[in-house]
């Protein structure tokens, strides 16, 4: 346990640090108004914070910065919820009356009043991404080349592709495997679908047919052609204008990560119910390891419909944006209800 003496210092400590991206001293820390102690006081609660792994000291200054313990202390403990502008809310407000006809236009949209707002970058997953499973799957022949492939989720959406089959593979082949699928993936989450579809499935085709690699790209293509086009990223170059993010390193490896769908995916996947902040090291990928990442979901009844994020620097403002994703993801719902009821 931290005393209130502490408790205060770091809280002042991250705050500041949050606005000027440098190591913070005792004397900046004891001239502001809510703090009444000495910078020799201050600086004797500092080391024992830094014994204790909440503040780090850069070997080129005297001041000290957060260490992601730290920073999930004041997330946890600390935080106080960031008060939006007017002009802010205005701009929600007025992104809530608009006629978009479009769930994909809603999304995008969002995406990028989120990384405008804050400076971060946002990723937002669309509509039943995380949460859609297989219903069933049909696959109808119209001749030797090509099928049409018929689709139902749990939504009870039903969509309907046209696609190529492979040469050679015999239209009983085809039901075989697609009889499979719907008695072994029925319910299976389609953001998990490829890996189990090459991990398990393909294993088994392997074993009655020698153009299981045919089947499968098939199958693949069948079902995991739209996942692109429902997540949306903005503010990707945001990244570059963090003091953090100098190390070219540090940028390509993000940048890389916001090209791999099935990466976001999991890491999506991962992240639970309501608003939700990792901090460094907490994010399953090493690529975001030196950042913080604050998700969203927004529901109806219940039923998750995606989730939305915000990529920065551990040194975040997280009062501010997590009463945005509060806010935005309650009137999201609220937006989407009239595509779903």
């Not at 089947?215 to 945001?238: M, Y």
């Not at 099935?262 to 399953?284: C, D, K, P, W």
């Not at 009844?301 to 620097?313: A, F, K, N, R, Y």
Request: charged share 25%; aromatic share 6%.
């Amino acid at each position: 346990m931290l005393s209130e003496r502490q408790k205060l210092i770091l809280s002042a400590i991250v705050d500041d640090y949050i606005r000027s991206a440098e190591p913070v001293g005792s004397r900046t820390i004891s001239k502001r108004n809510d703090v009444s102690f000495s910078p020799a006081t201050i600086r004797n609660e500092m080391s024992d914070l830094e014994e204790l792994g909440f503040l780090e000291q850069p070997h080129t200054s005297a001041g000290r910065i957060p260490s992601n313990k730290g920073y999930r202390y004041y997330v946890d403990h600390l935080i106080k919820r960031g008060q939006l502008s007017k002009q802010e809310l205005d701009v929600i407000k007025l992104f809530c009356a608009e006629r978009l006809d479009e769930m994909e236009r809603v999304v995008q949209h969002v995406a990028v009043m989120l990384s405008n707002m804050t400076h971060y970058t946002s990723i937002v997953m669309g509509p039943e991404l995380l949460s859609t499973t297989l219903k069933h799957l049909q696959i109808v022949p119209l001749n030797d080349q090509s099928a049409v492939a018929i689709i139902v989720t749990n939504t009870g959406h039903v969509e309907n592709k046209v696609v190529s089959i492979p040469e050679g593979v015999p239209v009983s082949e085809i039901e075989r495997v697609v009889n499979m699928l719907n008695a072994r993936m029925a319910g299976v989450p389609l953001v998990h679908f490829k890996s189990k579809l090459y991990n398990e499935i393909g294993v088994e085709l392997s074993r009655f047919s020698h153009q299981y690699e045919d089947l499968v790209k098939l199958i693949e293509g069948v079902l995991l052609n739209d996942e692109d086009d429902r997540i949306f990223i903005s503010g990707a170059t945001n990244m570059l204008t963090q003091p953090e993010f100098r190390d070219v390193i540090k940028v390509k490896g993000i940048f890389d990560l916001f090209d791999e769908t099935q990466t976001l995916m999991r890491l999506f996947s991962t992240t639970g119910q309501g608003i939700q902040v990792r901090i460094g090291n907490e994010n399953a990928v090493e690529a975001i390891n030196n950042c913080s990442l604050i998700t969203a979901t927004y529901s109806i009844d219940g039923q998750s419909l995606g989730t939305i994020g915000i990529l920065g620097p551990t040194r975040m403002e997280y009062g501010k944006v997590i009463q945005l994703l509060d806010v935005l993801s309650q009137d999201m719902a609220l937006l989407l209800g009239r595509w779903y009821r």
